[in-house]
T-cell receptor, first 112, second 113 residues
Framework: GQNIDQPTEMTATEGAIVQINCTYQ??????LFWYQQHAGEAPTFLSY????GLEEKGRFSSFLSRSKGYSYLLLKELQMKDSASYLC?????????????FGRGTSLIVHP | KAGVTQTPRYLIKTRGQQVTLSCSPISGHRSVSWYQQTPGQGLQFLFEYFSETQRNKGNFPGRFSGRQFSNSRSEMNVSTLELGDSALYLC????????????FGSGTQLSVL
């Protein structure tokens, strides 16, 4: 089975840094994704980690530790437009599919 | 390149009816997967189609079914609708070759009254 946990909601201040954690328990592992979803819109791809370490992409960075079943998404210099839901998804090929399983998402609220 | 297109955008049905949702993937993508999104459960996987074959299936009752056509367009059908089927239904396309970055459509918001 698969279990993916992330906080339900977080708040932060414009200009600050926020870290959104994701822990997972899967029978296999073949990559972890982060997606961003604004209210009423489609999820959009942010990052993909398959090896341990930090992947940096502009203001967003994603970290993975496979031995700990742990990832985080780091958002720097927060802007109001970063208010959205952030979805952690893990790909487990054990079932014969490369389709990821999603966590319930973390709703991030950025205050002025 | 056009994105993933889902129709209709909104749908209102009553209990017991059936509904068909449509998804046109990005040109060249052969995999289409469907998800149900609700506030309480998040994104839950329904099924995935690749080259007209169902490749994987989530834990949903048999009332939920789908198919994929030779042009990779996909439809999902829900029969005997229940109030709990009210949700946002998202489809996502990918190449299906292992580079499984998903591209999502804007979804169909289904309300069952």
């Amino acid at each position: 089975g698969q279990n993916i946990d992330q906080p339900t909601e977080m708040t932060a201040t414009e200009g600050a840094i926020v870290q959104i954690n994701c822990t997972y328990q899967t029978s296999g592992f073949n990559g972890l994704f982060w997606y961003q979803q604004h209210a009423g819109e489609a999820p959009t791809f942010l990052s993909y980690n398959v090896l341990d370490g930090l992947e940096e992409k502009g203001r967003f960075s994603s970290f993975l530790s496979r031995s700990k079943g742990y990832s985080y998404l780091l958002l720097k210099e927060l802007q109001m437009k970063d208010s959205a839901s952030y979805l952690c998804a893990v790909r487990d090929p054990g079932g014969g599919s490369y389709i990821p399983t999603f966590g319930r998402g973390t709703s991030l609220i950025v205050h002025p | 390149k056009a994105g993933v297109t889902q129709t209709p955008r909104y749908l209102i049905k009553t209990r017991g009816q059936q509904v068909t949702l449509s998804c046109s993937p990005i040109s060249g993508h052969r995999s289409v997967s469907w998800y149900q999104q609700t506030p309480g459960q998040g994104l839950q996987f329904l099924f995935e189609y690749f080259s007209e074959t169902q490749r994987n299936k989530g834990n949903f009752p048999g009332r939920f079914s789908g198919r994929q056509f030779s042009n990779s367009r996909s439809e999902m059908n829900v029969s005997t609708l229940e109030l709990g089927d009210s949700a946002l239904y998202l489809c996502a396309s990918s190449s299906g070759q292992g580079d499984e970055k998903l591209f999502f459509g804007s979804g169909t918001q289904l309300s069952v009254l």
